[in-house]
């Protein structure tokens, strides 16, 4: 398989380097600008046979390299795939990571809005993400002290906590479709999530809830996001929405990532995790199609609004 990096000879800026013993080094010296937009793939064959550097078109050309690189104008979003989700994290994790380290100003915050239906894999993603920035932060940043400070400075923070709470989907016009129905746009507290991101952005700090699955409620003032925290990763469906004032929040993000996966695929991962908590299969079944599934179908919708896509893998393959 053939490695190709093409200069799109713009504002765009493209790196490449011949390929290490390590992949995800390779990865990581493949810088692209996210001012404007450009296609990222990676694949992997099973061969690793490597042969001369060729020059072409003001970039290096390797042969027979595990990777497929490739930059081309005209695309709404960069796309990221891989062989693997740890190499996804990997990629995501090192996009992130110069974000934190040349922020001089101690509020500073770059906040990622990640959205995708349910079942596509949002909150891992996010968790891995912000694992591999935190273990990266200390050999990236200059400015890091380990007998001063923390390396924690990537967070992130589930959209789950903004659900409305059951007692107030008891006041609402039809409390048994409000039920049925929980996980809809219309049953979370947007307002609410717009004003917490305000505060992130103006203050530097926020207390934000967390949701008790076991409750079924949310947990207020559960996270806290300080000013050691450089990266917010802010995970949820709607976050890419343009009707009312999703639009808002959408607007709120400095990077607006979202993971594309078959629904298929995503609803029964959805199914077995209904399941896992104690639904019959039938009930589960029911709650697919009455409500995940038409949510799901609004989300994906919302691709169209992002600047990074994530392509999700199976892996039940």
């Not at 932060?137 to 990537?154: I, M, R, T």
């Not at 409000?178 to 305000?198: I, M, N, S, V, Y």
């Not at 993971?259 to 019959?280: E, F, N």
Request: proline share 6%; hydrophobic share 40%; aromatic share 8%.
């Amino acid at each position: 398989m053939e490695f190709m990096c093409i200069s799109a000879r713009t504002a765009a800026q493209i790196y490449c380097a011949p390929p290490s013993s390590s992949e995800n080094r390779l990865l990581n010296r493949t810088k692209f600008n996210a001012l404007e937009p450009s296609y990222l793939s990676l694949s992997f064959p099973t061969k690793r046979d490597y042969c001369p550097v060729l020059w072409q078109n003001g970039c290096q050309v390797q042969k027979e390299n595990p990777f497929k690189i490739s930059s081309s104008r005209g695309r709404e979003a960069s796309v990221v795939e891989a062989g693997s989700m740890e190499d996804i994290y990997d990629t995501l994790a090192e996009r992130l990571v110069p974000n934190a380290a040349v922020a001089a100003n101690s509020n500073y915050k770059h906040i990622v809005g990640l959205a995708g239906p349910p079942g596509a894999g949002k909150s891992t993603i996010a968790h891995e993400v912000a694992q591999r920035i935190n273990k990266l932060w200390p050999q990236k940043s200059l400015l890091f002290d380990s007998e001063v400070e923390s390396s924690e400075v990537a967070i992130v923070l589930p959209m789950d906590g903004f659900h409305l709470y059951r007692h107030q989907l008891d006041k609402m016009e039809d409390p048994e479709e409000a039920h049925a129905r929980r996980g809809a746009p219309w049953t979370f507290d947007p307002e609410r999530l717009l004003k917490c991101l305000k505060t992130l952005r103006e203050q530097g700090t926020v207390y934000v809830p967390s949701f008790d699955h076991g409750v079924g409620d949310p947990v207020e003032d559960d996270i806290f996001v300080d000013v050691r925290h450089k990266v917010v990763i802010v995970e949820g469906n709607y976050l890419l929405l343009q009707e009312g004032i999703w639009k808002d929040i959408s607007r709120s993000f400095d990077e607006k990532w979202f993971v594309d996966v078959d629904i298929k695929i995503a609803m029964q991962r959805v199914l077995k995790r209904h399941i896992s908590t104690g639904k019959a299969p039938d009930v589960a079944k029911w709650r697919i199609d009455y409500n995940d599934q038409p949510n799901a179908e609004l989300i994906m919708k919302s691709k169209k609004n992002a600047d990074l896509i994530v392509k999700s893998i199976d892996l039940s393959r």
